[in-house]
């Protein structure tokens, strides 16, 4: 039962206000840490409490107009000079936005939020009391003791214990400070992520339940209806939704003009002028429908700014928890991506950031020692490059080592001996990305079990997006990921097996090249042909769609994607297109992303490289004679 | 003077605030309400001219309640329009501080249509007086 009924339209105004404004705080929150006497950032986290309590108030919600009301309060004797900000009591105000964001959650599945713990309510009384108790031994037990807890609750299927979570991120310091997140066991001397912790971070941080973490592989019913709808609501400027409307209108007019053109037509009016008047009727309306499309589109359009904002809140928890300084530097804000793309990249993001606070950024000591200074920055960057949108995650740590990846991978049996010595560095770079790796040496309780970027790459993937690294040893690490604007529509390279034609992701296209028989080699087994310099296998379209091969392929396409390239050998050319995606209804065959019509109305699939490729494992990799059908040659011959 | 056609300016920073204010107004019976998101952009909308009765909330960036109610108070044109004050405070001094500087009325959130209505009342009944 709802506790909201009839309000249900404001409940989700509200959580979507509320929870912008609750990411902002946190964000100033940590601005503040560094700031305490800025008058403005003080303000500003008032006006938010003051603001959230304003409408939790309308809610009923009285959970939180409470604790809302006592850490304004608390703000109010900041704000006017009465009080100063101490590192204890920034940390209870945290502790308070954990809370409230974990209200947002029960207000979310439309339940009135429990009250805040007793020991929170107490801690934000004693500071306004001007009497807060420096961080004691014993509530940090606490918050340890319940962080312990946790791991059963994060593994099983059934709904996190909210509980747990309210008493492991409402303790004084829920994950901060001195708390024994530090892995002693590591054979290393570098203190890791412990999991459970990192998980409560992001949780407190992010508001959501372990479920929803990147590889999480369990049923997705477990997202609430609330949940859906607040994902399907979207705030879009008037103003671009004028502009929707002026296309609309003027698409209509011009259809009226080609009605009365038709008709002319039809009436055996086919005069130079009349043909004329068409052509630009026709020529017009092509105009109008593209901007129409880029307007809608524009609706979809959101600045990534909203998103961003969780994170300096996780980078500073997750860097105290490992006793680092980090500041996360944010730019580009303004950005525009497509929403259901902000979604789908909120824990790809999450992910990497952790592991550049983790692995990237080196202990303050290590900092000092290489001559860097002890404070580290992780910057979180998005621009839009082309018709594309790029988002960067670098840090100004340790950089990555080629070699020890390399090592590690084989050790892992994760490629071969081969294979490990004709890997250039960005190759080797890569190689995190595969399922199973991991440059942490201990594999239990510690951060990097394997999980996560393999999941990171195929949640960008996903997107139609790639991810790149660049690392340079001693100075720092940069993941690139880029993405297409939108996902409604994919260009695509229509290449033709026999007569029939099939769509591939143009972005995935580097180049077309004829197949000279004479150029093509054999080289263990494989067909493979030089393009300059470099070695690349041959693989055919009939034989990735398992359909017979008639004739010797003419062209190849230099195919070239994150993890490989290769050239696909195919019959001809049908040109390139947008393609409008529209999925299959109910059935999805392996290999195929979707369909989509042409300009002459067929049907036409477009192909899921990865899958196929991943599908075919190695006999995908025809031998020179199979390629070139020799022996049937011969035998025509 | 409740004319049910009379236009309404509903100024708060938080959107879900405007929507709760011109909701509780339907609930009344008017329907003409316009909204701004602080003070700046109601003192232009009420120099635009139209609004006979202006709702605010206290607390906003650029410009708050009180110096959005200073500003209409002290501008000839405007300054005989009601005005409304909402906040989240109960407090004494707070209520002096409108009342000094020309609400016509003070309400506490959270509150009802009722709530609503009972204070209008109250200033329709002192502007038909005044």
């Given at each position: 039962m709802s506790d909201f009924a009839g309000m249900e339209d404001l409940l989700q105004d509200f959580l979507v206000e509320a929870g912008d404004l609750l990411s902002g705080v946190d964000n100033k929150l940590v601005d503040l840490e560094r700031n305490p006497h800025d008058l403005a950032l003080l303000n500003e986290i008032f006006r938010g409490f003051h603001?959230?309590?304003?409408?939790?108030?309308?809610?009923?919600?009285?959970?939180?107009?409470?604790?809302?009301?006592?850490?304004?309060?608390?703000?109010?004797?900041?704000?006017?000079?009465?009080?100063?900000?101490?590192?204890?009591?920034?940390?209870?105000?945290?502790?308070?936005?954990?809370?409230?964001?974990?209200?947002?959650?029960d207000l979310e599945r439309s339940l009135q939020p429990g009250p805040a713990t007793p020991q929170l309510i107490e801690q934000l009384k004693q500071a306004l009391a001007g009497q807060l108790k420096g961080n004691s031994a014993a509530p940090k037990q606490t918050a340890a003791q319940a962080a312990v807890s946790v791991p059963a609750v994060a593994g099983g299927e059934t709904e996190p214990d909210w509980n747990a979570y309210y008493q492991a991120v409402t303790g004084v310091e829920p994950v901060t400070g001195n708390l024994p997140v530090v892995d002693t066991t590591a054979e290393s001397d570098e203190p890791h992520l412990n999991e459970t912790v990192a998980e409560q971070i992001i949780q407190a941080a992010v508001g959501r339940r372990t479920t929803d973490k990147p590889?999480?592989?369990?049923?997705?019913?477990?997202?609430?209806?609330?949940?859906?709808?607040?994902?399907?609501?979207?705030?879009?400027?008037?103003?671009?939704?004028?502009?929707?409307?002026?296309?609309?209108?003027?698409?209509?007019?011009?259809k009226n003009r080609l009605t009365a053109l038709r008709s002319d037509i039809l009436n055996g009016k086919n005069d130079t002028d009349t043909l004329h008047a068409l052509d630009l009727a026709v020529s017009?309306?092509?105009?109008?429908?593209?901007?129409?499309?880029?307007?809608?589109?524009?609706?979809?359009?959101?600045?990534?700014?909203?998103?961003?904002?969780?994170?300096?809140?996780?980078?500073?928890?997750?860097?105290?928890?490992?006793?680092?300084?980090?500041?996360?530097?944010?730019e580009g804000e303004e950005t525009e991506i497509d929403k259901t793309m902000i979604e789908d990249l909120s824990d790809p993001i999450i992910h990497l950031i952790r592991n550049a606070v983790d692995h990237g950024i080196e202990l303050p000591g290590e900092r000092m020692t290489m001559g860097k200074g002890e404070k580290s920055f992780v910057k979180l960057e998005a621009r839009q490059e082309g018709d594309h949108i790029v988002i960067v995650v670098a840090d100004d740590g340790r950089g990555m080592n080629p070699e020890r990846l390399r090592a590690k991978a084989l050790e892992k049996g994760l490629i071969s001996d081969e294979e490990a010595n004709t890997m250039d560095e960005r190759q080797s770079f890569n190689l995190v990305f595969l399922p199973g790796f991991s440059t942490a040496?201990?594999?239990?309780?510690?951060?990097?079990?394997?999980?996560?970027?393999?999941?990171?790459?195929?949640?960008?993937?996903?997107?139609?997006?790639s991810i790149d690294i660049r690392s340079v040893q001693g100075k720092g690490t940069e993941f690139i990921i880029s993405l297409p604007l939108t996902l409604a529509i994919l260009p695509v390279l229509l290449v033709c097996l026999e007569d029939q034609p099939f769509a591939v992701p143009l972005s995935m296209v580097r180049e077309i090249l004829p197949i000279d028989p004479k150029e093509v080699?054999?080289?263990?087994?494989?067909?493979?042909?030089?393009?300059?310099?470099?070695?690349?296998?041959?693989?055919?379209?009939?034989?990735?769609?398992?359909?017979?091969?008639?004739?010797?392929?003419?062209?190849?396409?230099?195919?070239q994607s994150a993890e490989q390239s290769f050239v696909l050998a195919i019959d001809s050319f049908a040109g390139r297109e947008d393609a409008v995606i529209k999925s299959l209804y109910d059935f999805r065959p392996k290999g195929v992303a979707g369909v989509t019509t042409l300009s002459n109305g067929q049907i036409v699939l477009i192909l899921d490289m990865k899958e196929l490729l991943g599908s075919m494992g190695e006999q995908r990799v025809a031998t020179r004679a199979q390629l070139l059908l020799e022996g049937q040659i011969a035998a025509a011959a | 003077m409740?004319?049910?056609?009379?236009?309404?300016?509903?100024?708060?920073?938080?959107?879900?605030?405007?929507?709760?204010?011109?909701?509780?107004?339907?609930?009344?019976?008017?329907?003409?309400?316009?909204?701004?998101?602080?003070?700046?952009?109601?003192?232009?909308?009420?120099?635009?001219?139209?609004?006979?009765?202006?709702?605010?909330?206290?607390?906003?960036?650029?410009?708050?309640g009180i110096e959005l109610l200073r500003a209409i108070r002290a501008n000839a044109q405007i300054a005989h329009l009601p005005v409304l004050m909402i906040t989240a405070e109960a407090k004494k001094e707070n209520i002096i501080e409108a009342a000094q500087a020309g609400a016509s009325g003070y309400i506490v959130k959270p509150f009802t249509a009722a709530t609503l209505a009972e204070k209008m009342a109250k200033i329709f009944e002192k502007m038909g007086k005044g």
């Open positions: 603001t959230i309590k304003g409408g939790a108030g309308f809610l009923n919600a009285s959970e939180l107009v409470t604790l809302c009301h006592l850490t304004e309060n608390l703000f109010d004797k900041l704000r006017t000079n009465e009080m100063q900000v101490t590192p204890d009591m920034l940390d209870v105000i945290l502790g308070a936005t954990a809370t409230v964001r974990s209200m947002f959650g590889g999480y592989q369990g049923p997705a019913g477990g997202r609430r209806e609330g949940e859906r709808q607040r994902d399907n609501s979207i705030r879009v400027d008037t103003s671009r939704l004028d502009q929707v409307l002026n296309l609309s209108g003027e698409i209509g007019l011009t017009q309306l092509d105009l109008l429908v593209s901007d129409l499309q880029n307007a809608v589109m524009k609706t979809r359009m959101q600045p990534i700014g909203r998103l961003f904002q969780k994170y300096p809140r996780i980078a500073r928890d997750l860097a105290r928890s490992l006793g680092k300084d980090v500041e996360m530097v944010l040496n201990v594999v239990s309780d510690v951060s990097g079990r394997g999980v996560g970027m393999d999941v990171v790459r195929t949640n960008i993937q996903k997107l139609n997006g080699q054999e080289l263990g087994g494989r067909a493979t042909m030089v393009v300059r310099g470099e070695v690349l296998p041959i693989v055919t379209l009939a034989a990735l769609l398992g359909w017979p091969q008639q004739r010797v392929p003419e062209y190849g396409v230099l195919m | 409740s004319d049910p056609k009379m236009k309404f300016l509903v100024v708060d920073d938080f959107s879900t605030m405007r929507r709760i204010v011109r909701n509780l107004l339907k609930e009344l019976g008017y329907t003409n309400v316009d909204e701004a998101e602080d003070g700046v952009v109601a003192m232009q909308k009420l120099s635009a001219g139209g609004i006979d009765f202006v709702v605010t909330d206290w607390n906003m960036p650029n410009m708050t």
